[in-house]
């Protein structure tokens, strides 16, 4: 039976950015906004990049040079939006591929001159199959979470 699509997840956060800066920011220094407890790794994590290209990876490495996929860039289009394959098991592992990865949608919208609403939607829930909606119970709750309320502050 196939598993049924589940609602979306999303959350939001105003920063005080132009799209542009905030887009850098994301992008460019996701170490200092990604949750320490967010790691695929089995060792430290001392890093975490975006290849800046549609196909590129985002990844995360440690000391020791290991590196882990957290997915795919699936659109690159700075700096409006950006969209990946999240690559996490329902039992919170990585997926070595797509196939059972889920979605997330990052959207830079101007609120003024000086601020920027940042959208982050995991989409595509289902994909996770059987434990697809222990990960959407994991992920709903109030706006904007733990990973936006980090990248928040640092504006």
Same mark, same amino acid.
């Not at 996701?30 to 695929?40: A, F, I, Q, R």
């Not at 592992?93 to 939607?121: G, K, N, W, Y």
């Given at each position: 039976?196939?598993?049924?699509?589940?609602?979306?997840?999303?959350?939001?956060?105003?920063?005080?950015?132009?799209? =542009?800066?905030?887009?850098?920011?994301?992008? #460019?220094?996701?170490?200092?906004?990604?949750?320490?407890?967010?790691?695929?790794?089995?060792?430290?994590? @001392?890093?975490?990049?975006?290849?800046?290209?549609?196909?590129?990876?985002?990844?995360?490495?440690?000391? =020791?040079?290991?590196?882990?996929?957290?997915?795919? @860039?699936?659109?690159? #289009?700075?700096?409006?939006?950006?969209?990946?394959?999240?690559?996490?098991?329902?039992?919170?592992?990585?997926?070595?591929?797509?196939?059972?990865?889920? $979605?997330? =949608? @990052?959207?830079?919208?101007?609120?003024?001159?000086?601020?920027?609403? @940042? #959208?982050?939607?995991?989409?595509?829930?289902?994909?996770?199959? $059987?434990?697809?909606?222990?990960?959407?119970?994991?992920?709903?709750?109030?706006?904007?979470?733990?990973?936006? $309320?980090?990248?928040?502050?640092?504006?």
């Amino acid at each position: 039976m196939p598993v049924q699509p589940l609602p979306d997840v999303r959350k939001s956060v105003v920063v005080a950015a132009t799209p =542009e800066k905030a887009f850098q920011v994301f992008t #460019e220094r996701p170490s200092d906004w990604w949750p320490d407890h967010h790691v695929l790794l089995k060792t430290a994590r @001392v890093g975490l990049a975006f290849e800046p290209v549609v196909g590129g990876r985002y990844y995360e490495w440690d000391a =020791e040079g290991r590196q882990q996929d957290w997915g795919r @860039v699936l659109t690159w #289009e700075p700096p409006h939006r950006l969209a990946m394959t999240w690559r996490i098991s329902p039992t919170w592992q990585p997926l070595d591929d797509d196939e059972f990865a889920s $979605e997330i =949608e @990052v959207e830079f919208t101007p609120v003024d001159a000086h601020h920027t609403r @940042v #959208e982050l939607a995991h989409v595509k829930l289902h994909q996770h199959g $059987e434990g697809a909606e222990r990960i959407h119970q994991a992920l709903q709750g109030p706006s904007p979470g733990d990973t936006l $309320e980090r990248f928040g502050r640092l504006f």
